[in-house]
């Protein structure tokens, strides 16, 4: 069906042996790649859409999630700043064109308490789970990574944290792992954000693509779907 490379930085060669061959050299390009099965070669990341390390507030424009993503949310306790950790039911699909990458969530779990021998940041920040699935779409070799999602609080992105994957895998749930093409993987998204701010958008940043062989160019975009008030 299809294949991902990386864009190297010679000709493409005509013949398959040398078509292998530069798939396992092309491994080590700082550029991503991605083809359909129409032969349709590799494809450029936007380096404008790389995730920061802290929060910042993006400069590319956003864009809601097509029409045919929906949300709802049960909240099954009400929690204050201090308090236990609050568990919320959510049903909330967010779908991206072209690619055909689905994303849903279905619990949102906030204040969650801080793990042992950490520093005092839990006076600050605030610790936040997402349980989600992501299904890769089939066409393209794109690949769904949990890299490309945040959250959005007010004009800043937040970028998921594995700093507390281990003590959090057990009592909650194992992070969640990057689906490749048609694939399914489902796992938990955590994020250290400031105390207290509502709404929770999640958003997808989708890197700009060209298609070669065609002229087809999948630009860069964020999608975005409010998961919680």
């Known amino acids: 069906m299809t294949t991902q490379m990386q864009l190297p930085a010679r ?17 080590l390009a700082p550029l991503l790649a991605v083809a359909a099965c129409s032969s349709e070669a590799p494809v450029t990341s936007d380096p404008t ?67 042992e021998g950490n520093p005092v940041a839990e006076e600050a920040f605030e610790l936040v789970g997402i349980r989600v699935t992501l299904a890769a779409g089939d066409r393209y070799t794109a690949t769904l990574s949990p890299n490309q999602l945040f959250l959005r609080l007010g004009d800043l992105d937040v970028k998921p944290t594995t700093e507390f994957a281990k003590a959090f895998g057990k009592s909650y749930g194992q992070v969640v792992g990057t689906a490749k093409r048609g694939e399914t993987k489902t796992g938990w998204l955590y994020f250290k954000i400031d105390k207290g701010v509502s709404p929770l958008v999640l958003e997808y940043h989708r890197p700009a693509y060209q298609v070669s062989t065609t002229d087809k160019v999948i630009k860069a975009q964020v999608f975005a779907r409010k998961i919680i008030d």
Not at 75 to 89: C, V
């Open 49 to 115: 859409r790389r995730p920061a390390t802290t929060p910042t507030a993006t400069s590319s424009s956003r864009s809601t999630a097509s029409p045919s993503s929906s949300g709802t949310t049960t909240t099954e306790a009400t929690s204050t700043p201090d308090a236990k950790p609050t568990r919320s039911l959510v049903k909330v699909r967010l779908d991206v064109p072209t690619l055909g990458h689905v994303i849903t969530v279905s619990r949102v779990v906030r204040h969650i308490p801080w793990p």
């Open 11 to 27: 000709p493409r060669p005509a013949g398959p042996t040398r078509l292998r061959r530069l798939g396992a050299v092309a491994a």
